[in-house]
């Protein structure tokens, strides 16, 4: 089966920095791809050069078609939808209407709103807080608003940065809970960036490590746990 993102020797530079050093990475239709390594790797960055929100080179393609020289609004309405780290939602608007912009390239209003109510399932606290302040959400709650913004875009991969970052052992276990719901139930591609490589090898089934903005290992997520140099560096046994 055809992978639904690939990228070969990806690159990546902020000025004359260079970041990223030829990663080859891919992501199988109906997969979940981890993305690990230490504080400073490179693992956000590879999420913005596959957005093209950073200068980039290499070649990278979704659902076998070019992503060389596109925008990043025409990244997102080709089905790619990009959860940041530090969830970035609009803290001065209500729930709802964080989610209407998550859906503000769609035309097909009345499917629009079919999906807020599919979304707000998978998150009932959101549903009970339609009308409330994002920014008087808790942090979990947050995060639950990012991810179900980006599900309004009806996206087929999802970039997630570091979901559980900042967030109580419950409010995580919920959301990687509904990740995997999600996955699982509607098909949706997965790419995550994720400190908790206990967490993200749980997720996924495919798994690289990244250091210094080079590949140190890509296999299944399985070996990739059962690595002994993975092991003590990312996973403390």
């Given at each position: 089966?055809?992978?639904?993102?690939?990228?070969?020797?990806?690159?990546?530079?902020?000025?004359?920095?260079?970041?990223?050093?030829?990663?080859?990475?891919?992501?199988?239709?109906?997969?979940?791809?981890?993305?690990?390594?230490?504080?400073?790797?490179?693992?956000?960055?590879?999420?913005?050069?596959?957005?093209?929100?950073?200068?980039?080179?290499?070649?990278?393609?979704?659902?076998?078609?070019?992503?060389?020289?596109?925008?990043?609004?025409?990244?997102?309405?080709?089905?790619?939808?990009?959860?940041?780290?530090?969830?970035?939602?609009?803290?001065?608007?209500?729930?709802?209407?964080?989610?209407?912009?998550?859906?503000?390239?769609?035309?097909?209003?009345?499917?629009?709103?079919?999906?807020?109510?599919?979304?707000?399932?998978?998150?009932?606290?959101?549903?009970?807080?339609?009308?409330?302040?994002?920014?008087?959400?808790?942090?979990?709650?947050?995060?639950?608003?990012?991810?179900?913004?980006?599900?309004?875009?009806?996206?087929?991969?999802?970039?997630?940065?570091?979901?559980?970052?900042?967030?109580?052992?419950?409010?995580?276990?919920?959301?990687?809970?509904?990740?995997?719901?999600?996955?699982?139930?509607?098909?949706?591609?997965?790419?995550?960036?994720?400190?908790?490589?206990?967490l993200a090898l749980d997720l996924a089934d495919h798994a690289c490590v990244i250091e210094t903005?080079?590949?140190?290992?890509?296999?299944?997520?399985?070996?990739?746990?059962?690595?002994?140099?993975?092991?003590?560096a990312y996973l403390s046994y």
């Amino acid at each position: 089966m055809a992978p639904i993102l690939e990228a070969r020797g990806l690159t990546a530079a902020y000025g004359p920095i260079q970041v990223l050093h030829g990663l080859d990475i891919r992501v199988e239709d109906g997969g979940v791809t981890a993305l690990l390594g230490a504080n400073g790797a490179g693992k956000t960055t590879v999420l913005r050069a596959l957005c093209a929100m950073v200068r980039r080179g290499g070649a990278a393609s979704f659902r076998g078609r070019s992503l060389n020289g596109q925008a990043t609004e025409d990244i997102v309405r080709l089905g790619i939808a990009h959860v940041p780290d530090g969830r970035g939602t609009f803290a001065a608007l209500t729930v709802n209407e964080n989610l209407r912009l998550g859906a503000y390239a769609r035309r097909d209003r009345a499917a629009v709103k079919a999906d807020s109510a599919r979304v707000c399932g998978y998150f009932p606290r959101l549903a009970e807080r339609r009308q409330q302040q994002a920014g008087t959400l808790s942090g979990g709650e947050q995060q639950m608003l990012a991810i179900a913004r980006a599900l309004m875009l009806r996206p087929k991969l999802l970039l997630l940065d570091e979901p559980s970052f900042g967030l109580a052992p419950l409010a995580v276990a919920d959301i990687f809970g509904i990740l995997r719901k999600i996955n699982r139930d509607d098909g949706v591609s997965m790419l995550i960036v994720e400190q908790n490589a206990n967490l993200a090898l749980d997720l996924a089934d495919h798994a690289c490590v990244i250091e210094t903005g080079r590949m140190a290992m890509s296999g299944p997520a399985a070996v990739v746990r059962d690595n002994e140099a993975v092991r003590r560096a990312y996973l403390s046994y």
